[in-house]
């Protein structure tokens, strides 16, 4: 049969860039407490005050960045009116970083010209903060908000989240009052960041919850309006892509991309209306991308952790105890000159990759004695952590 022509489809989809990723919406809907304690938190900037720190935190797709950029849009307009303060912000998505050396770096290189960009690897560390530092001082700006999206992809080393929401009140910087907010996907990370670390970087804690299969479904009612044409989703399309985000993640992204892909299905299928079928269709889909795509974005140690359970794999000693994986992690983790973390961070990888579904563990007791440990192994199938890890431009060396 061939190639077929590329025709204009006209029957399902008016628009449908309003469903992807990079499309942002004007408002944030069911977000309303967040958004008061968001716009409370900031209110100091409106008077010239010195910003507060502060630090979001809650899974993928409940609305962080969403609610950031729109936050932080209308702070800048409303601070147009007003002359005697004027507002700076950098946004850094942090994901691929996994150091404060590498955010410090990156932060740099937000502030200068494209053919003027620092190298983000060889200076010694008191060298690129002092370079932070001094393009802080040079801002004209009286106020600077520096937002580190993502930011739990450092790990453990969260030095530069004392050092910047510091900065004033240790004179480093001065001409500029400094704001961060830092964002974060991963609970692990906020309850481990050190004490110093949380007290100067949480002067306000905003947790954003899960959406339930109510809000993801005025979500989803808000979107479809312009993205489908009028009346092409069946009456049940909507509640059930919300139902079945609702029961998995109670993420937005989840859910829109749910409804996008059985749109998409219906079209490919030249069908007129989008239908429940679609929507079941599109759930499996979706599932299956996700842990792909979640598998992807693990930070390195994780994945050092999972490379250590394809080892005990190959060796036939899986379900494993932590200190076997351990002892593989430091292995792996040499091989390709990453200074391995101590057995407390690789139980927190451990918990986490369990939480996101990559794991099963499975509590064993000792015997009369007492006392029990756990053993792991995957829950997933391991050629797609294998594939996965293959993606990564450090892990991928350990195949090697
Ligand atoms: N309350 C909401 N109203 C409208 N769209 C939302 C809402 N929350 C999330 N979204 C959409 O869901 C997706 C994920 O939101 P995002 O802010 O990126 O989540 P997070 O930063 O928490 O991972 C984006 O496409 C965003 O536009
Ligand atoms: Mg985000």
Not at 137 to 147: F, G, M, W
Not at 203 to 228: H, M, T, V, W
Request: net charge negative; proline share 3%.
């Amino acid at each position: 049969m061939g190639l077929e022509p590329f025709t204009r489809d006209s029957t399902i989809f008016q628009d449908e860039n309003v469903l992807r990723d990079s499309h942002t919406p004007q408002t944030l809907i069911e977000r309303d407490e967040e958004l008061m304690a968001y716009q409370s938190a900031l209110r100091p900037v409106v008077n010239g005050a010195q910003p507060k720190n502060l630090f979001l935190y809650g899974q993928t797709g409940v609305g962080k960045t969403l609610a950031t950029k729109l936050v932080l849009e209308r702070l800048s307009t409303d601070l147009e009116s007003m002359k005697d303060v004027d507002l700076h912000t950098v946004f850094l998505n942090c994901k691929s970083l996994s150091s404060s050396y590498q955010v410090a770096a990156n932060l740099i290189n937000e502030f200068r010209q494209p053919d003027d960009k620092i190298k983000t690897t060889g200076y010694p560390t008191g060298m690129i903060n002092q370079m932070l530092w001094d393009h802080l001082n040079d801002l004209e700006a009286t106020h600077c908000l520096i937002v580190l999206d993502e930011v739990d992809s450092i790990g453990n080393d969260d030095d530069i989240l004392y050092q910047v929401p510091r900065a004033n009140d240790n004179n480093l910087v001065e001409s500029t009052q400094i704001g961060v907010i830092g964002i974060s996907n991963d609970f692990t990370f906020r309850d481990n960041l050190s004490a110093r670390v949380k007290d100067s970087l949480c002067d306000e804690e905003i947790l954003f919850s899960p959406y339930d299969a109510n809000q993801l479904r005025r979500i989803l009612e808000q979107r479809s309006g312009k993205a489908f044409h009028e009346d092409v989703l069946d009456e049940n399309v909507i509640p059930l892509a919300a139902a079945f985000a609702g029961q998995s993640s109670g993420s937005a992204r989840q859910a829109l991309r749910r409804l996008y892909k059985a749109g998409d299905l219906a079209r490919d299928e030249d069908a007129e209306m989008v239908t429940e079928r679609h929507v079941r269709e599109a759930d499996r889909a979706v599932e299956r991308d996700k842990v792909w795509e979640e598998l992807l974005r693990v930070p390195t140690h994780s994945k050092l952790t999972l490379y250590a359970l394809l080892v005990l794999e190959a060796e036939d000693e899986l379900p494993a105890k932590r200190s076997a994986i351990y002892k593989r992690y430091r292995i792996a983790a040499n091989q390709i000159d990453i200074d391995p973390r101590t057995d407390r961070t690789v139980h927190d990888r451990l918990s986490q990759l369990t939480l996101k579904g990559f794991l099963d563990v499975e509590e064993k007791n000792k015997g009369p004695k007492g006392g029990s440990y756990y053993q792991y192994q995957f829950s997933i199938r391991s050629e797609l952590v294998t594939e996965a890890l293959s993606e990564d431009s450090r892990a991928r060396d350990l195949f090697e």
